[in-house]
């Protein structure tokens, strides 16, 4: 039986898409087999992270009991397998989510690890995912809007028996306005896990249609999210020296032309 991780958030656009999608990635890459669901079920975009085609069978389709999961499921050229969740407005007024639970566990029985990319607040959908996983990823901004939404969000995983793995700081500035690490701790009441910078070039993958982890492996985003993968598996990676995007190599390279 595979393990089952959400990634979720109270406040909305945090980036657990963006993590989701990249962590699948990564673990997948780490020779995990991998999938990542969309359970983000009346906004949902991870398709659109991962340059899925408009999938006839989705994730919807599933929970109601008229699509197999193969169905439902595109084989990135990656390898990774991701099940897009339905956009159109007919799958958001049929939802079956009672279902979640079981069929998530279905899905776990032939995979390593299933990621959940969860819906941001605390209503029916939220709580439902973080259900049907055993462990939670909680994801926030530095920020004090968005870390006490995240408060909340754990109070319910909680209470549902979700394990906690830790606090993902994402779209860190390392501006004096921001919460610290310490802050936000502090806050929450677990330990932050890994932050991971704000870069234009996150932004830039998102247009490409291509996780950051493979668009451009050597940014400090894409490292922070091998490294925070691989720490969710239990092992040890080092982010290499950044040579490209430190000062002293541009000036050097520039000098070598
Ligand atoms: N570290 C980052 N640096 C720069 N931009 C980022 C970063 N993380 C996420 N973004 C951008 O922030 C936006 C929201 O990200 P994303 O869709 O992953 O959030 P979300 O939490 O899944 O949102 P929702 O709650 O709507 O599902 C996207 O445009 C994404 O490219
Ligand atoms: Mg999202």
């Given at each position: 039986?595979?393990?089952?991780i959400?990634?979720?958030?109270g ?35 991870l ?60 899905i ?31 994801v ?22 979700t394990?906690i ?11 004096p ?10 806050l ?11 870069e ?11 996780p ?8 400090r ?37």
């Amino acid at each position: 039986m595979g393990r089952v991780i959400c990634l979720v958030s109270g406040k909305g656009g945090v980036g657990k898409t963006t993590l989701a999608s990249n962590i699948a990635m990564a673990l997948n890459n780490f020779g995990k087999n991998t999938v990542v669901i969309d359970t983000n079920l009346t906004t949902p975009n991870l398709g659109f992270h991962l340059g899925v085609p408009l999938y006839p069978k989705t994730f919807h389709d599933v929970l109601n009991g008229t699509a197999t999961y193969e169905e439902a499921t595109y084989t990135h050229p990656s390898g990774l397998r991701v099940m897009p969740a339905g956009i159109s407005l007919r799958d958001l007024k049929n939802t079956n989510l009672s279902q979640m639970d079981n069929v998530v566990l279905d899905i776990a029985d032939n995979h390593d690890i299933v990621i959940l990319d969860g819906a941001a607040g605390l209503g029916k959908e939220g709580k439902a995912s973080l259900s049907a996983a055993d462990e939670a990823l909680i994801v926030t901004n530095p920020q004090l809007p968005s870390v006490t939404d995240a408060l909340k969000t754990i109070k319910i995983a909680e209470e549902l028996g979700t394990k906690i793995l830790g606090v993902a700081l994402n779209r860190s500035k390392n501006h004096p306005s921001e919460l610290s690490q310490n802050e936000v701790e502090a806050l929450l009441g677990y330990p932050v896990i890994s932050i991971i910078p704000d870069e234009n070039h996150i932004i830039d993958s998102l247009a490409a249609k291509t996780p950051i982890v493979a668009f451009k492996p050597n940014t400090r985003s894409a490292q922070e999210i091998k490294k925070l993968a691989a720490c969710l598996i239990g092992i040890d990676y080092d982010i290499p020296v950044q040579k490209e995007y430190g000062l002293f190599s541009r000036i050097f390279g520039f000098l070598k032309g």
